[in-house]
């Protein structure tokens, strides 16, 4: 079965950190860019991060830069996303995606043909 699982998500309180994973079966992630979104309630999908396929070559929202850290680990066939400094805005739902061509992208969704059913991250006190 062919899938992107994503997991790792909760509630945290402001400054704390998460881990999340997106986890491939099916097929192998490390032929694939990914990408890390999330949406908030009312919002559209927003770009957070993604890893390039090709030279590993990773890419930020100016949002997240500085706190989250993406990171792909071949042989568990899985991508990471770190996140530190949590923050209130930052509580949305995560999804992961796979992109086939043309590299990294996060100001759309276009090319993403693959998505994870979503996590739910909620930083508040």
């Known amino acids: 079965q062919v899938q992107l699982v994503e997991s790792g998500g909760g509630l945290v309180q402001p400054g704390g950190s998460l881990r999340l994973s997106c986890a491939a079966s099916g097929f192998a992630l490390r032929l694939y860019n990914i990408g890390w979104f999330r949406q908030a309630p009312g919002k559209g999908r927003e770009g957070v991060s993604c890893i390039s396929s090709s030279d590993g070559r990773t890419y930020y929202a100016d949002s997240v830069k500085g706190r989250f850290t993406i990171s792909r680990d071949n042989a568990k066939n899985t991508v990471y996303l770190q996140m530190s400094s949590l923050k209130p805005e930052d509580t949305a739902v995560y999804y992961c995606?796979?992109?086939?061509?043309?590299?990294?992208?996060?100001?759309?969704?276009?090319?993403?043909?693959?998505w994870g059913q979503g996590t739910q991250v909620t930083v508040s006190s």
């Open positions: 995606a796979t992109r086939p061509y043309r590299g990294c992208v996060l100001t759309s969704t276009n090319g993403y043909d693959r």
